[in-house]
């Protein structure tokens, strides 16, 4: 009878070590699963889930990258944080990695991944590091950007304006001519109005981030600038695209994004040669200071794969690969540009384009890195409009949207 039992006991034993044993071998085995988010095309995110399945392949990680439209981007995140199933990467909108990181939902690269963080830093264009710093903390790095220039109708502007004064006296000449300038990318907006605002010297915030800069001297100066393009100079308040004022040659002079290269190449074929881009104006400062916008690329702290998920992070952030996923977005007419100084070297583009685009590149700024800017961008274009269109004093305007900013801010 005891050697039974010590027999079945045995055996059970045995049996239990199996069972469980096999299953934890399992578990170990069993891949782990990575998925991002990319806003974008579907074709985009073929590419970058091609990308994945090549760098994951002997890593034992299965990945999957999903596009979701600009549209419900950022309610869908939302979402997602308060519901507790975000994905392991995002990519979101450049001033939407602060607003998630103040709520809790993302890694602060900046602590957790500081040497490499850095040289990322080093690697990437000024403008964009500015926009994605939140007071020394950082919840992702450039993905890709899209930047504002000037674009002209070469056979009848023979040299672009290089200066506002410059461009005064343009638009005059072309305003007897009964031809313009269009603002295909910000008009009337506070992206238009960015540039103008910059250039004089001002700008939204003061260097800390803590209180609008909109009632300043500088300020002012910008928007009656801005705003005399279209009370005096002819600019249609109305929206154009850049398509068709080029290639009527109603318009052969705009402010759009450098996406429409591509898009003005398909779209108006027989004007090619005949137009080309060329930097921002000057203001008083001497800066050509553009507005440059884009994606950012981030990790969601309830992922279980955060030091794998930044290994995928810089590897998309190596120039090969931003020059691979630059022409995976050209393809797709979405024409985004590499975030990478260095990719620049290597990047397929026509010599003249690519200096004038790296040029203003490195002046150019995104939005700031502040709480609440998104809300906040209606009360500057409601004071740009009242401006532009009903003819209210600047400072006055300017003066009102401040009270209502730091109103907002205390709510």
Avoid at 86 to 112: C, H, R, Y
Avoid at 241 to 270: C, N, Y
Wanted: aromatic share 12%; proline share 5%; charged share 20%.
């Amino acid at each position: 009878m005891l050697r039974t039992n010590i027999t079945l006991c045995t055996l059970a034993a045995v049996m239990f070590f199996s069972l469980f044993g096999c299953g934890q071998k399992e578990s170990k085995e069993r891949p782990r699963k990575l998925l991002m988010w990319l806003i974008g095309s579907e074709s985009q995110a073929k590419v970058v889930q091609s990308i994945g399945a090549e760098f994951f392949k002997d890593k034992g990680v299965a990945f999957r990258c999903e596009a979701i439209s600009w549209g419900d981007t950022h309610t869908k995140y939302l979402t997602s944080i308060a519901g507790d199933v975000v994905p392991d990467i995002g990519t979101m909108g450049l001033t939407w990695g602060t607003e998630f990181g103040n709520l809790g939902a993302m890694v602060d690269l900046s602590k957790q991944f500081p040497s490499d963080l850095k040289s990322i830093k080093e690697m990437t264009f000024p403008g964009l590091s500015e926009s994605i710093d939140y007071g020394g903390k950082v919840y992702g790095i450039p993905f890709d950007m899209s930047l504002q220039i000037m674009f002209y109708r070469n056979d009848i502007i023979p040299r672009p304006p290089a200066t506002w004064k410059k461009m005064v006296d343009l638009l005059r000449t072309l305003k007897t001519q009964e031809k313009g300038m269009i603002f295909d990318w910000g008009s009337m907006s506070w992206i238009g109005y960015a540039p103008y605002l910059w250039q004089a010297g001002g700008d939204f915030y003061n260097n800390e981030g803590t209180k609008p800069a909109l009632d300043s001297e500088e300020a002012v100066e910008a928007l009656e600038f801005f705003a005399s393009l279209y009370t005096g100079l002819g600019v249609p308040k109305t929206s154009i695209p850049l398509e068709q004022g080029m290639r009527t040659g109603d318009f052969p002079l705009a402010i759009s994004g450098s996406w429409k290269i591509d898009s003005l190449r398909v779209s108006a074929p027989e004007i090619m040669g005949k137009w080309s881009i060329a930097l921002l104006p000057a203001g008083p400062t001497g800066k050509q200071t553009a507005f440059v916008g884009g994606r950012t690329i981030g990790i969601f702290n309830k992922s279980k794969n955060i030091d794998i998920a930044w290994e995928f992070i810089k590897f998309l952030f190596t120039p090969d690969i931003q020059v691979r996923l630059y022409e995976a977005a050209r393809e797709a007419q979405d024409s985004y540009l590499p975030s990478n100084m260095f990719a620049w070297d290597i990047l397929p583009m026509e010599p003249e384009f690519k200096k004038i685009l790296k040029l203003q590149a490195q002046d150019a700024k995104g939005p700031p890195s502040v709480l609440g800017w998104d809300e906040n961008t209606r009360f500057i274009e409601n004071a740009i409009q009242k401006v532009i269109l009903q003819g209210l004093d600047a400072k006055q305007a300017l003066s009102k949207a401040v009270m209502e900013i730091e109103a907002y801010a205390k709510r």
